[in-house]
C-alpha cells in the first residue's frame, strides 16, 4: 500500500476519532487521524472535559479554604490567597499532560498523525495541506464547535466563549452567563468561587434542559443559595461593550419590557453545533440534517458507502464518553467484528458542587414514551455518609416502570453523583430492576448507598427516612 493510502483515515483527533484511530490499528488497520490543531485529544483536551474539570477542582479548594468550609473541620487558614496564575499553571499543565499522552499512544499504536485541515475531493480521498490521500473507509469525527449568538461578538476579552472562559487572567467583578445549561453552570461556578458575581440568564424556564424536571427545579435552588442569580425565561437581545465593560439588553422570553445588565465579562454558552465547514462534504455527496448533523445509522455507517461518522458532529448527546465509545465500536466494525453502543444508556455529568447526573429516561420522557412509572427518591440529607461529610444537598431518583419494575432512569444530585451515575448505567445495561439495586449490598457509610435506598424507595420501602 503506498504511503498515501490507508485502511483507514479518521477525520480529527477528539475522544472520538483519537479512540477511533487507536482501535483501528490495534486491530491491525493501517490507520492515520487528521488534525489541524497544534495538539491532539480535541475539543476535550484541549478546551474543554479536562480544563474546565481542572479550575473546577481548583477553584473548589480555594472556596473551601476561603469561605470557611475548612475551618469547620478544625482546618484553620489564614490569609487565603488567590494566585490566579498559578492555577491557570495547573490547567496547562493538565492539558500538555493529557494532549503528549495522546501523541505516545498514537506512536505506540503507530497511528500516523497527518497534520492539516482534511476536505474530501471525492468519496474515497481527501486533501490535507496539498497531499491527496486515499482510505477504504473514512471516519469523520469532527467535532463541534460554539454556537453563536446574533448580537452577542464574542472578542476573547469582555465577551467569550467557554474557551476564552476558561483563560481569564483576571476574576471578573460581575460576570453574566448567557445560557444555564452545562457550561454556564460549571465555568460560571469557577469563577464564583474565585470571587466573581455571576448572573445566568436563561432562555426557558428552568436551567439544564434535557434533565429531569425535579432535578432542574432543585439545581436552580442550590445554585441560588450559592450566590448565583438566575434570570429565567429572559433572553439577550444585545451586547455593546463601554469602555472595559458591556451593556447587555435583556427582555422576559415571551416578550415584554427590555432592561439593560451591566457587567464586566460576558460568557456565552447557548450551546454547539456540529463542525462541516470547510470539509467539502458535496464532493463525497454526504448531506447534513436541518440541524448541520451528519445522519448514521446504529453502524455509524452515512448514507456514502465507506463513510462513517462518530462524535458530536452525529446526532445525540454532546458528551466524551459517547464520542469515545462510538469511536471503539466504529473501529471495531470496520475491523469485521461487532460494534456496540447502547444509546439508552449515555450518562450525563454535571460538574458542579454538588455533581448533577442522569441516565436513561426523564420522568418527564418516560411518561410521553407511555410508560406507567413508579419513582422512588432518597434525600443526601438521610444518607450518613454525606450527612457526616456535611454535604445535605440533593437526592437521588429512581424510575422505573410500574409492571416490570425495570428501571428506566436514574437521576440525582450530589458530592460524588458523577462518580455515583456508574453503577447505576451498570445496573441499567444489565436490565436491572429497582429490586435487584435495592437488594445489591451496598458499602456503609457510602454515598451510593443512596440509590439503594431510592430503589427501595420505588417499592415504598425506605429505611433511613
Ligand atoms: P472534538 O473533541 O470536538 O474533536 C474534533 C477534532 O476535529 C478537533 O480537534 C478539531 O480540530 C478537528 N477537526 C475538525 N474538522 C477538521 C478537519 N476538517 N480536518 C482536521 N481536523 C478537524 N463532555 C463530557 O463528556 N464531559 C465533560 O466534562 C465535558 N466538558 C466540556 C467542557 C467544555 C468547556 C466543552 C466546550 C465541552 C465539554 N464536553 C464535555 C463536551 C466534549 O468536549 C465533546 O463532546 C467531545 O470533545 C466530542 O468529541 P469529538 O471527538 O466528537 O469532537
Ligand atoms: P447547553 O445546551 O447545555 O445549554 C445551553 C443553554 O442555553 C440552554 O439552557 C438553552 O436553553 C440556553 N439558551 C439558548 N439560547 C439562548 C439565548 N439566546 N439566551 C439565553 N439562553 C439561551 O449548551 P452549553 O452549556 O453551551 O454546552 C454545550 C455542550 O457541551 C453541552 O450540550 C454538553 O453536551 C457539552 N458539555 C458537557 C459537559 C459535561 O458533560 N459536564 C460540560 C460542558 C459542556
Not at 481542572?54 to 470557611?68: K, R, T
Not at 486515499?134 to 467535532?143: E, L, R, S
Not at 442550590?222 to 433572553?235: A, D, N, P, S, V
Request: hydrophobic share 40%; proline share 3%; charged share 25%.
Amino acid at each position: 500500500m503506498a504511503e498515501t493510502e490507508f485502511d483507514v483515515i479518521v477525520i480529527g483527533a477528539g475522544p472520538g476519532g483519537y479512540v477511533a484511530a487507536i482501535r483501528a490499528a490495534q486491530l491491525g488497520l493501517k490507520t492515520a487521524c487528521v488534525e489541524s490543531r497544534e495538539t491532539l485529544g480535541g475539543t476535550c483536551l484541549n478546551v474543554g472535559c479536562i480544563p474546565s474539570k481542572a479550575l473546577l477542582h481548583a477553584s473548589e479548594l480555594f472556596e473551601e479554604a476561603n469561605h470557611g468550609t475548612l475551618a469547620k473541620w478544625g482546618v484553620k487558614t489564614s490569609g487565603v490567597e488567590l494566585d490566579l496564575d498559578a492555577m491557570q499553571g495547573g490547567r496547562k499543565e493538565a492539558v500538555k499532560g493529557l494532549t503528549g499522552g495522546i501523541e505516545f499512544l498514537f506512536k505506540k499504536n503507530k497511528v500516523i498523525w497527518l497534520k492539516g485541515h482534511a476536505k474530501f475531493t471525492a468519496k474515497d480521498a481527501i486533501d490535507v495541506a496539498g497531499t491527496a490521500y486515499k482510505a477504504k473507509h473514512f471516519v469523520i469525527a469532527t467535532g463541534s464547535s460554539v454556537t453563536p449568538l446574533p448580537g452577542v461578538e464574542v472578542d476573547q476579552k469582555a465577551i467569550v466563549d467557554s474557551t476564552g472562559a476558561l483563560e481569564l487572567v483576571k476574576v471578573p467583578g460581575h460576570l453574566v452567563v448567557i445560557g444555564g445549561g452545562v457550561i454556564g453552570l460549571e465555568l460560571g461556578s469557577v469563577w464564583r468561587r474565585l470571587g466573581a458575581r455571576v448572573t445566568v440568564v436563561e432562555f426557558l424556564d428552568q436551567l439544564l434542559p434535557g434533565m429531569d424536571g425535579e432535578v432542574r427545579k432543585e439545581a436552580a435552588k442550590i445554585f441560588k443559595k450559592q450566590g448565583f442569580e438566575i434570570r429565567l425565561g429572559t433572553k439577550v437581545t444585545r451586547a455593546e461593550k463601554k469602555g472595559k465593560g458591556v451593556t447587555l439588553t435583556v427582555e422576559p422570553a415571551k416578550g415584554g419590557d427590555a432592561e439593560t445588565i451591566e457587567c464586566d465579562t460576558v460568557l456565552v454558552s447557548i450551546g454547539r453545533r456540529p463542525n462541516t465547514e470547510g470539509l467539502d462534504l458535496d464532493k463525497a455527496g454526504i448531506q447534513l440534517n436541518k440541524y448541520g448533523q451528519i445522519e448514521v445509522d446504529h453502524e455509524f455507517r452515512t448514507k456514502v458507502v465507506g463513510i462513517h461518522a462518530i462524535g458530536d458532529v452525529t446526532p445525540g448527546p454532546m458528551l466524551a464518553h459517547k464520542a469515545e465509545d462510538e469511536g471503539i465500536a466504529v473501529a471495531e466494525i470496520l475491523a469485521g467484528q461487532i460494534g456496540i453502543v447502547n444509546h439508552e444508556v449515555i450518562p450525563s455529568v454535571v460538574y458542579t458542587m454538588p455533581e448533577i447526573a442522569g441516565v436513561g429516561l426523564t420522568e418527564e420522557d418516560a411518561k410521553a414514551a407511555g410508560h406507567e412509572v413508579r419513582t422512588g427518591k432518597f434525600p443526601m440529607m438521610a444518607n450518613s455518609r454525606a450527612k457526616t461529610n456535611r454535604e445535605p444537598d440533593g437526592f437521588v431518583k429512581v424510575i422505573a416502570d410500574a409492571k416490570s419494575d425495570r428501571v428506566l432512569g436514574v437521576w440525582m444530585i450530589a458530592s460524588v453523583a458523577g462518580t455515583m451515575i456508574a453503577q447505576a448505567a451498570q445496573a441499567m445495561e444489565f436490565g436491572a430492576t429497582s429490586e435487584d439495586i435495592a437488594y445489591t449490598c451496598h458499602a456503609h457509610p457510602t454515598h451510593s448507598e443512596a440509590l439503594k435506598e431510592a430503589a427501595m424507595a420505588v417499592t415504598g420501602k425506605p429505611i433511613h427516612v
